[in-house]
C-alpha cells in the first residue's frame, strides 16, 4: 500500500531564505508527483507536476525533483517571500490512478 | 478557460440530514475526482467518475456516492449525515482517467451540527 510522507510538518523561516521542502513515498510503481499548495480554508493550486520518467521540473522560484528509485521528492523555493507562506502537499498518482497525498507541511515565512 | 467550480461554497446542516454537492469540471475534462479533507485524516479519495462511469472508489461507507452527467459535470451525494462528515469538500478535473494532472476547485465547507 502506497504511504506519502512529508517532512517537516511545519517550517518557519526569515523571509529571503531559500528552503526546501520533503516528500518520500513507500512504492516506486508511480505514474507522477505533483505538489500543490493550499492556502487556509481554500482549494489546492497545482504548483509542479514531474511524470515518473521525468528527473525534475521548474517555475518561477519553484524547482521540484523526483528520484523515484529512492523514493523521494524535494521542493525547492528560492528566495522565499511572505506569500509563499502556506501549507504544501505532495501527491503521488498510483498505479490505480489514484492519487495518494502526504499529510502536508506549513510553510511561514516571517517578514 | 474557466476552472473548477463547485457549489455550493459553505453548507450547514444537522445530523440525519442528506446534502447534494456539485462540481463543474474544465471545459472538455472528462474525468472528476472527489475528495474528502478533514484535521485529523488530511485529504482522502472518495471516488472518481470518467464518462458517466465511476472508475475509482476511496474507502468511504455506501452513504457517499456519486454520479456524473454527459456534461461532465458531477454530483456528491452524502445521505444520512454523520458529525465526522464535517469537512472540506474538493472536486478535480482532468483531461481523462490516466493519471494526469488534476486541477481542483475551491471546495465546500460543510458543517454537520
Known amino acids: 500500500k502506497q504511504e506519502v510522507t512529508q517532512i517537516p510538518a511545519a517550517l518557519s523561516v526569515p523571509e529571503g531564505e531559500n528552503l526546501v521542502l520533503n516528500c518520500s513515498f513507500t512504492?516506486?510503481?508511480?505514474?507522477?508527483l505533483q505538489w500543490f499548495r493550499q492556502d487556509p480554508g481554500k482549494g489546492l493550486t497545482s504548483l509542479l507536476l514531474?511524470?515518473?520518467s521525468q528527473r525534475e521540473q521548474t517555475s518561477g522560484r519553484l524547482n521540484a525533483s523526483l528520484d523515484k528509485s529512492s523514493g523521494r521528492s524535494t521542493l525547492y523555493i528560492a528566495a522565499s517571500q511572505p506569500g509563499d507562506s502556506a501549507t504544501y502537499l505532495c501527491a503521488v498518482t498510483d498505479s490505480n490512478y489514484q492519487l495518494i497525498w502526504g499529510a502536508g507541511t506549513k510553510l511561514i515565512i516571517k517578514p | 478557460k474557466a476552472g473548477v467550480t463547485q457549489t455550493p461554497r459553505y453548507l450547514i446542516k444537522t445530523r440525519g440530514q442528506q446534502v447534494t454537492l456539485s462540481c463543474s469540471p474544465i471545459?472538455?475534462?472528462?474525468?472528476v475526482s472527489w475528495y474528502q479533507q478533514t484535521p485529523g485524516q488530511g485529504l482522502q479519495f472518495l471516488f472518481e467518475y470518467f464518462s458517466e462511469t465511476q472508475r475509482n472508489k476511496g474507502n468511504f461507507p455506501g452513504r457517499f456516492s456519486g454520479r456524473q452527467f454527459s456534461n461532465s459535470r458531477s454530483e456528491m451525494n452524502v445521505s444520512t449525515l454523520e458529525l465526522g462528515d464535517s469537512a472540506l469538500y474538493l472536486c478535480a478535473s482532468s483531461l481523462d482517467s490516466s493519471g494526469r494532472e488534476q486541477f481542483f476547485g475551491p471546495g465546500t465547507r460543510l458543517t454537520v451540527l
Open positions: 514531474i511524470q515518473s
Open positions: 512504492d516506486s510503481a508511480i505514474y507522477n
Open positions: 471545459s472538455g475534462h472528462r474525468s
